[in-house]
């Protein structure tokens, strides 16, 4: 079953590159975990999907359906930090 998927995000804040090119796929009820150090952009992704964020480049899609151009509330899409601080 389709679940949400990104093709081709790269993404930047002011002149520093945090993703490039990241193409990935996360099936219906499947489980993904981001790990790495502290400032390396792990948060970034999912406020892209959520629609927080806004890719400088590539797509985002729900169940099938390109969703990057919807804004957060019609993507419903939610995520929880492991912080309260984020």
């Known amino acids: 079953m389709p679940g949400v998927s990104l093709r081709g995000i790269h993404h930047h804040f002011g002149a520093t590159p945090v993703?490039?090119?990241v193409t990935l796929e996360v099936a219906e009820g499947e489980f993904l975990a981001i790990a790495g150090p502290p400032g390396r952009g792990?948060?970034?992704l999912p406020r892209i999907l959520?629609?927080?964020e806004t890719a400088d480049r590539g797509e985002v899609f729900k169940g099938g359906r390109r969703v990057d151009a919807l804004p957060p509330k019609a993507r419903d899409l939610a995520m929880v930090f492991q912080s309260y601080a984020l």
């Open 50 to 52: 959520a629609g927080l």
């Open 42 to 44: 792990k948060s970034t």
């Open 19 to 21: 993703w490039r090119d």
